[in-house]
């Protein structure tokens, strides 16, 4: 998603006085599945969560800049608007 356009989503909301802003279409799916499947919904993460690589390998604990941070998926297709947002917004050094 465009930083602009949820840039202007957020502005917008923010002067409607809305409480909450769900931007993208996975998100409002998720938000509706944990209002429906509570339970479901925290088996399903759980289950995410063990999939997920444990901090006992790569940097373990120790605090990592965000430049030090990459992956096989990053930079790549996947990022290329975070990448692209980035430096538009001179946030690459």
Same mark, same amino acid.
């Given at each position: 998603m465009s930083a602009e356009w949820a840039a202007r989503r957020i502005v917008n909301a923010c002067l409607r006085g809305d409480a909450e802003l769900v931007l993208s279409l996975p998100t409002k799916i998720a938000v509706k599945m944990n209002a429906l499947f509570p339970g479901l919904t925290s088996d399903v993460l759980a289950l995410v969560n063990m999939l997920l690589p444990s901090d $006992? *390998? *790569? +940097? *373990?604990? !120790? +605090?990592?800049? *965000?430049? !030090? =941070?990459? /992956? $096989? #998926? /990053?930079? =790549?297709? #996947?990022? +290329?608007?975070? $990448?692209? +947002?980035a430096g538009s917004n001179n946030q690459i050094s």
């Open positions: $006992e *390998g *790569g +940097a *373990g604990k !120790q +605090a990592k800049t *965000g430049k !030090q =941070s990459f /992956s $096989e #998926v /990053s930079p =790549s297709w #996947v990022t +290329a608007l975070n $990448e692209r +947002a």
